[in-house]
T-cell receptor, first 111, second 114 residues
Framework: DAKTTQPPSMDCAEGRAANLPCNHS???????VYWYRQIHSQGPQYIIH???NNETNEMASLIITEDRKSSTLILPHATLRDTAVYYC????????????FGAGTTVTVRA | NAGVTQTPKFQVLKTGQSMTLQCAQD?????MYWYRQDPGMGLRLIYY???????DKGEVPNGYNVSRLNKREFSLRLESAAPSQTSVYFC?????????????FGDGTRLSIL
C-alpha cells in the first residue's frame, strides 16, 4: 500500500469546517483512500473512503485531487466530540487484511 | 445499535494465568479481526477470520489462540499470560472483500498482566 503523509496536529474552532490534508503521491490506480479516526480511549472508527470521485456521507466529505496524489477530509461543522487522531490510509484489493495506521493527525476542536 | 461488543472492558491478570477475550458483532459481517494497540506503536493484527470456519495468523500471533465460534463471535485466548501482553485489545469486523471493506471496531479490552 502507498505511503501517506499527514500533518502531526491541527486545531479547529467549534462549528467551523475542519479540512484535514493527506499526501499519497505514490498511490496506484487501483488503490483506495480511507479515513479512520480514534477518539481517546475508544476503538478506531471508520469515516469514509473513495477511489477517485469525491465522496460524502453523514460524517464527512472526501475530496480527492484529479491526479489522486492528495486528498482532504472535510468535517463540515466540527464539534468538541470530533477531537481525535485522524488516519489516512491507502489500500488495494489483496489478501492482506491488516490495517496499518501511521501517526495520523491529532485534531483538537476548541470551543 | 450495538455493532462490535467486547467483554470484559478491563482485566488484570497475574503472569501465567489464562483468559479469553470475547467479541461479538451484530452486523452479519463475514470477517473478524483481533488487534492489539500498545502506546506509540499503532495497531498490530494478531489473528483474523476471513469467514466463518477459517482463522489465520496476523503479524503477532505468538502467545494467542482464537476461535471463530459462529458468524457472530470471535474469541481470543491467552493460555499463559505474560507481562509483554499488557495492551489494549480491539476486535473488529467487516464484510468480506479482500481487504477493501471498512473495518468496524469495538471499544477495546484493557488488559494488564502483573
Amino acid at each position: 500500500d502507498a505511503k501517506t503523509t499527514q500533518p502531526p496536529s491541527m486545531d479547529c474552532a467549534e462549528g467551523r469546517a475542519a479540512n484535514l490534508p493527506c499526501n499519497h503521491s505514490t498511490i496506484s490506480g487501483n488503490e483506495y483512500v480511507y479515513w479512520y479516526r480514534q477518539i481517546h480511549s475508544q476503538g478506531p472508527q471508520y469515516i469514509i473512503h473513495g477511489l477517485k470521485n469525491n465522496e460524502t456521507n453523514e460524517m464527512a466529505s472526501l475530496i480527492i485531487t484529479e491526479d489522486r496524489k492528495s486528498s482532504t477530509l472535510i468535517l463540515p461543522h466540527a464539534t468538541l466530540r470530533d477531537t481525535a487522531v485522524y488516519y489516512c490510509i491507502v489500500r488495494r484489493r489483496s489478501n492482506d487484511y491488516k490495517l496499518s495506521f501511521g501517526a495520523g493527525t491529532t485534531v483538537t476542536v476548541r470551543a | 445499535n450495538a455493532g462490535v461488543t467486547q467483554t470484559p472492558k478491563f482485566q488484570v491478570l497475574k503472569t501465567g494465568q489464562s483468559m479469553t477475550l470475547q467479541c461479538a458483532q451484530d452486523m452479519n459481517h463475514n470477517s473478524m479481526y483481533w488487534y492489539r494497540q500498545d502506546p506509540g506503536m499503532g495497531l498490530r493484527l494478531i489473528y483474523y477470520s476471513a469467514s466463518e470456519g477459517t482463522t489465520d495468523k496476523g503479524e503477532v500471533p505468538n502467545g494467542y489462540n482464537v476461535s471463530r465460534l459462529n458468524k457472530r463471535e470471535f474469541s481470543l485466548r491467552l493460555e499463559s499470560a505474560a507481562p509483554s501482553q499488557t495492551s489494549v485489545y480491539f476486535c473488529a469486523s467487516s464484510e468480506a472483500g479482500q481487504g477493501l471493506q471498512p473495518q468496524h471496531f469495538g471499544d477495546g479490552t484493557r488488559l494488564s498482566i502483573l
